[in-house]
Structure formats: structure tokens, C-alpha cells
């Protein structure tokens, strides 16, 4: 049976290498693999961000992309508040981010819009230069 492509996770926030969550501190661990960027906005939801992709004046977004464990993945959706519905506090999208010059489907947490509505936009999109741990 062919091995599974490595799914890869595209981190903006408080799971940044020095971020109150930092990704490299769970388990099982991640392997760096680059930095990435997307296009969005951050806003700032309480200690964490929470990032809009795309639309109206959107900024480059940074962050540090990581090869992940099945079991890891599980564990960002538990910090990251994923249930069913319309009512997590993040849906999961994948988009292609450019690492190195190579094309990889990222996992990435998108704030639901729902928890944004009527919040100013940061105005920058690197988190933990703005906000260090």
C-alpha cells in the first residue's frame, strides 16, 4: 500500500515558534518545513488572532509551515475549537502555500466571520513580530 502524501499546516498565530502555543512544543512533533505566506487579514480576537482570508484591502500574512502527525492535526482542532457546524470558532481550509519555491497544500484555521464582524483589522499580517509570547 503506497505511504500517504504528509499533510502540512500553515501556522499565523499563538502556534508560532516563540507564540504561547507554540506548535514545536506539542505532540507528537511537527518537522519545520519553511516559511509561507497568504493573503488576509488578522485581527486581534483576545491573547490570539484570528485570520480572514482574501478579500478588500487584505495584507501579507506570514507564518511557518510544518509536516504534521494525524494525531498532532487532532490536537491543533481541539486548540483550535473545531466542532461541526456553524459554530466553530475556525473551519479548516487548504490552500496552497509557496514554500521554498515549492507548492504545498496547507491546512490553514480560518477565523469564522462570525466572530470578526465589526472588529477593526490589524493592518499587518505577522503576528508575533506585533505580539511576542
Request: aromatic content about 10%; hydrophobic content about 35%.
Amino acid at each position: 500500500m503506497p505511504e500517504a502524501e504528509p499533510r502540512h499546516v500553515f501556522v499565523y498565530g499563538t502556534l508560532r515558534r516563540g507564540g504561547r502555543n507554540d506548535i514545536n512544543r506539542l505532540q507528537p512533533a511537527p518537522r519545520y518545513v519553511g516559511m509561507g505566506e497568504v493573503q488576509g487579514k488578522l485581527y486581534q480576537i483576545d491573547w490570539y488572532p484570528g485570520l480572514t482570508l482574501g478579500g478588500e484591502k487584505a495584507v501579507t500574512v506570514v507564518g511557518e509551515v510544518y509536516e504534521l502527525q494525524p494525531e498532532l492535526e487532532a490536537l491543533l482542532d481541539e486548540i483550535e475549537q473545531i466542532v461541526p457546524g456553524d459554530d466553530s470558532e475556525y473551519f479548516k481550509r487548504v490552500l496552497t502555500i509557496e514554500v521554498d519555491g515549492r507548492p504545498l497544500p496547507c491546512l490553514v484555521y480560518e477565523i469564522n466571520p462570525e466572530r470578526v464582524r465589526g472588529r477593526q483589522a490589524m493592518g499587518h499580517g505577522d503576528w508575533i513580530l506585533f505580539h511576542p509570547a
